[in-house]
């Protein structure tokens, strides 16, 4: 009997023994008309299969192998042997399968739309390659978005998922052991939840409905609903208009919200727990991975302290004028500007990972709480990773009639939230909390440096297939 195994696990322990894999035929090479090599890939593990060759058998085996279009799914079924010579590329098992029996279980195309040895190759190859006079194909971003299904087999990709999953996972691990309850609130909303013009409008059986932007208001909604604490991980949806390597039409929100006693600080500090936990995890346990991704985009490891470095708008505002930034007072600051405040502090203080604090109220949503002791500036912070917003939170406004002032200050229809703004006239405790995008944590601490890169099948303004 040939027993099923993982190519993962074969190795030198294991020779000698029967097995059975199932993978995609990642390469063929016939030697002759006897003999043929098949690279079979599961996952991002390869392993070398010998097939016929020897005392002569299995010569007709060794044609219809050669004839295997790539990426077909194969099974093998043969005996673990070590290798007559050494191994070299990095993901292929140190062992190889003389093959005794072969089965083609789903044949792929043999005019495959890219490569997966094309896709997997870094800019860097290529202009080395090139270089050196040979021809290489370079697969370019939209190329591989339309054929993705392709494209997510290599290495780098396998790896960039796995990290993203680890992040959605520490997230929910570190609030659940901080007393947090995972919650789900409705995506089909009657009014922007952010303020804005960034919404996908609908028709909710005659009635005129969107797609939460966040579940800003009914995270706050679960707060008055007596749950001091609570998270959630759910589709966000923003119809963003503009092409940037930073946002998307749909991302994955990974959102808190909490009850607070003396200062919106404790959010902050909830905030720092869970990232630098994350980072330190990610370290640790994705080695294989994060290598994985650099060696196909390489990046710098993340600066982080062990207590996050918190600085305030005002100081932040006064370290780019004094580079000879210009920027507005008591303003946003846009793209560049926070790009190159990222670079101040690194040099400053080396971390790549901080906190703005204090930022202006004008620059906020109508539910950010005023700082008490200047109502021109709120209890809100960013957080930035390589000089990229990641995150953005603050304390909330649960006073009603406030809620309301701020809201049509800002000209929103105070009728299409009445519902949200009722709910903190029945007895509604202070409150915070943030909001992340789970793309941009992965694409800036991979610095993947495009967040497509980091969504398994991106929405962006131009795409919404496959
Ligand atoms: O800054 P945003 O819009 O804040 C909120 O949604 C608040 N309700 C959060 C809160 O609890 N106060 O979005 C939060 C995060 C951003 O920091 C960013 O990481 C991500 O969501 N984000 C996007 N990611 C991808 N594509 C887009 N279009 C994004 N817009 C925001």
Redesign the pocket.
Known sequence: GYDWADVAALGPDVAGRAVRVRGAAHAVRAVGRRVAFLVLRQGSSTVQCVVGGGDGGYAGMARFAAGLSRESVVDVAGVVSLPREPVRATTQQEVEIQVKKLYCISRATPNLPISVDDAARSEEDVAKAKAAGEQLVHVGQDKRLDFRVIDLRTPANQAIFRVQCEIENIFRQVLLSEGFVGIHTPKLIGGS??GGAAVFKLDYNGQPACLA????LH?QMAICGGFERVFEVGP?F?A?DSNTH????E?V?L???MAIKDHYFEVCDVVDRLFVAMFDHLNKNCAKELEAINRQYPFKPLKYLPKTLRIEYDEGIRMLKEAGVHVEAMGDLNTEAEKKLGELVHAKYDTNFYMLCRYPSAVR?FYTMPCSDDQRYSNSF??FVRGE??????QRVHVPEVLARQAEARGIDVGSIAAYVDAFRYGAPPHG?????L???LMLFCGLGN?RKASLFPRDPRRLTP
């Open positions: 939840s952010e932007q966040s579940p800003q995270k966000v923003r963003e930073r946002h998307l039409c991302f929100g959102d808190m919200e949503p960013d957080v917003e990641i995150i953005s939170g603050a909390g943030f909001g992340v995008g793309e941009r944590v967040i």
